[in-house]
């Protein structure tokens, strides 16, 4: 069944716009915490976790949610700002039913969504949502007062989760001597992972840790990495960590300012893994990942699978397969054998450990991986267009894929919400990858 209201990571709009509307949000948490209560046994309770990030809505959205989880008998704890991770990893040690997360991401202040999680910590199912849209249809019921949910203040949130960060960092490692610069979005990591690194023993300079509720992602952060370049530049220091608004994304900067995005540290965790003799089977990427990265690990040995584009479909894969490592260039990096979900702080820290081990740069961890130039050409095309059928564009295409041979890739994608073909050419030269990209996309039909 196609789901309604549910896309690839939870619900997710402008606020103000339905979905991100408080009567809607309100009758999501009754609708959510009516599911999960189906299969309980008499006198027994559930309780669930909301955290979020440093948008001004989350206080609109969290107050529907409590509500919502109220009328339908579910008792809440809360735990305010804190990194989607967080919350992951504090609904499964914690033993509570779900996670709920209000956070848009990587997106500015303007959008907000829920995401959820599982009692142990991983995505809900396809199920479970479908679930849940199938009670939003539903008029909403309240339960009678003496099994109306309570609403508690969970403490100590943060030292919580800080110490699981630590946990993940090897104990005969620490990054003393070290000069860091942690730029955190002005999002919902401010006020932890700084703390991570200091605590590890390394210098930390901070940036993006003044949420005002509408500065979030705003020229900071993964998505906007001058901020961290220049401030690496202007203290010398020796690395640079990027996170998003929901801290789950990660991008480092070396003591130059060059820039390594999350195809590179992939492969930085990969080796490093398998230097250590810790990967089994191989790893997971998407269908935008680095043709330089995926011929790098095979290389060694290393099994490459591409998913969807999406940290969801990463983690599927990397489910099926059984693997632990896995992410693409955006900086969604899944450590298996350390957390449930991407985690952009400990994704940084096994990078920092790598490092550490070898006594190298990261420059120098990517000696042997010259990533190579991607050309993209958006097209809108008409309505009825349906280019797997289109003859010429499909000879194009193989005719280009034969002259790159292993020195390129050709990506046709479509894009899911508007009349556009994304054409994506990548090649070792970069004057072949543009060359090869204009020449198919000249085949293919232009709006009127």
């Known amino acids: 069944m196609k789901k309604k209201y549910f896309g690839t990571d939870g619900i997710r709009g402008e606020v103000g716009q339905f979905p991100i509307v408080p009567e809607f949000v309100m009758r999501l948490g009754y609708a959510t915490g009516k599911v ?23 206080y609109l959205l969290e107050a529907a949610l409590e509500a919502g989880f109220s009328a339908a008998g579910v008792d809440v704890s809360l735990c305010g700002p804190m990194p989607t991770p967080a919350v992951a990893y504090l609904t499964n040690a914690l033993r509570l039913s779900a996670g709920i997360v209000i956070s848009a991401s990587h997106n500015l202040y303007q959008d907000n969504g829920i995401k959820f999680f599982s009692a142990q910590g991983g995505k809900i199912s396809d199920e479970f949502e479908l679930a849940i849209e199938a009670l939003l249809e539903e008029p909403m019921g309240c339960v009678s007062s003496e099994h109306l949910g309570r609403a508690f203040r969970l403490r100590d949130a943060a030292g919580r989760y800080i110490e699981f960060c630590k946990s993940t960092f090897p104990n005969n490692l620490n990054l003393r001597g070290m000069k860091i610069v942690v730029d955190c979005a002005n999002g919902a990591a401010y006020d932890v992972a700084p703390n991570v690194f200091h605590e590890l023993g390394a210098e930390v300079i901070s940036i993006g840790i003044e949420p005002n509720g509408r500065n979030i992602n705003d020229q900071c952060g993964a998505t906007a990495p001058a901020a961290l370049i220049a401030k690496v530049r202007e203290t010398n220091a020796d690395i640079g960590i990027a996170l998003d608004g929901d801290a789950d994304r990660l991008q480092m900067v070396d003591a130059s300012g060059r820039l390594f995005n999350g195809d590179e540290l992939l492969y930085v965790l990969a080796k490093d893994r398998l230097d250590r003799g810790m990967l089994v089977g191989g790893v997971v990427g998407t269908l935008m990942t680095n043709l330089a990265v995926e011929n790098a690990l095979r290389a060694f040995g290393l099994d490459f699978e591409r998913a969807q584009v999406g940290d969801r479909y990463v983690l599927e894969r990397l489910k099926q397969k059984q693997w632990l490592l896995g992410g693409e260039g955006s900086g969604h990096l899944l450590c298996l054998d350390h957390h449930t ?43 009825n267009y349906h280019w797997q059928d289109d003859a010429q564009l499909q000879a194009k295409i193989t005719s280009t894929e034969s002259t790159l041979g292993q020195r390129g890739r050709v990506l046709i994608r479509p894009s899911g919400t508007e009349p556009v073909l994304r054409i994506m050419v990548e090649a070792q030269d970069a004057a072949l990858a543009q060359s090869s990209a204009e020449q198919i996309a000249a085949v293919v039909p232009k709006e009127a």
């Open 36 to 58: 999960l209560s189906r299969d309980l046994a008499p006198g027994e309770r559930c309780t669930v976790l909301i955290g979020k990030d440093t948008r001004i809505s989350g």
């Open 341 to 383: 979900t991407g985690d952009g702080t400990i994704a940084a820290l096994q990078v920092l450990a790598a490092m550490r081990q070898k006594k190298q740069s990261l420059a120098q961890l990517l000696s042997a991986v010259t990533i190579f130039p991607q050309v993209l050409i958006n097209i809108r095309i008409p309505a």
